[in-house]
């Protein structure tokens, strides 16, 4: 079983809003990722959990708020975005990067539409 | 710092016109090299992992081979179920994928 499930597929949210996307995996896997892809741009990473804790953050915005209760589990808090923060979120994970199997699974993505 | 190019950005088929996607990489020390297929709307698609010069990978009508500076992604005999963005990405020794602008291919019946 290679997947990653996420919820909710699409979510419309005001910018006074707060919003959780989630992310769950059942491979194993130790690292997660939150990505985000603007249209017909490559994802670019946001974020990185390693053994459940925070092993990377590209200079994310503090509206965007990163949780991993456990390895199976990611989730992402979104609060008091901006339009241009609309995009397709993407969760991914993978082994330790020091075992050689470490391709990233991505799940189907969360399309975001901020108003 | 890594850089990962694609090339074509677009590659337009007729069914069964087999071709070749390139991606060009520059990393230090690489730790893999990532091919995924992507529909739109959706999450990429894992397709193959290359590690060392020379290797290749086949599923079905895909191809994959690395050298020591590019990886090439063939298609042979395309049906339009291959029709999609195909993005390149490599992998360092730490958590971080590279990725590629991506090839968007379509093809006609």
């Known amino acids: 079983d290679t997947e990653v499930t996420q919820t909710p597929k699409h979510l419309v949210m005001g910018m006074t809003n707060k919003k959780s996307l989630k992310c769950e995996q059942h491979m194993g896997h130790r690292a997660m990722y939150w990505y985000k892809q603007k249209a017909k741009k490559p994802p670019e990473l946001m974020f990185v959990?390693?053994?459940?804790?925070?092993?990377i953050n590209e200079s994310v915005p503090s509206r965007f708020s990163p949780e991993c209760p456990n390895s199976s589990l990611l989730n992402l808090h979104l609060h008091a975005l901006q339009p241009e923060d609309s995009a397709l979120y993407l969760c991914?994970?993978?082994?330790?990067?020091?075992?050689?199997?470490?391709?990233?699974?991505f799940g189907q993505g969360t399309r975001l539409t901020v108003v | 710092e890594d850089q990962v190019t694609q090339s074509p950005e677009a590659l337009r088929l007729q069914e069964g016109e087999s071709s070749s996607l390139n991606c060009s990489y520059t990393v230090s020390g690489l730790r893999g090299l990532f091919w995924y297929r992507q529909d739109p709307g959706k999450g990429p698609e894992f397709l193959f992992t290359?590690?060392?010069a020379g290797e290749e990978k086949e599923k079905e009508r895909l191809k994959a081979t690395l050298t020591k500076k590019e990886s090439f992604l063939h298609i042979t005999a395309p049906k339009p179920e291959d029709s999609a963005t195909y993005l390149c990405?490599?992998?360092?020794?730490?958590?971080?994928?590279?990725f590629g602008a991506g090839t968007t291919v379509t093809v006609r019946a």
């Open positions: 290359l590690y060392s």
């Open positions: 991914a994970s993978s082994q330790d990067p020091g075992q050689r199997n470490t391709e990233a699974f």
């Open positions: 990405a490599v992998r360092r020794g730490d958590y971080k994928l590279s």
């Open positions: 959990y390693s053994y459940e804790k925070l092993s």
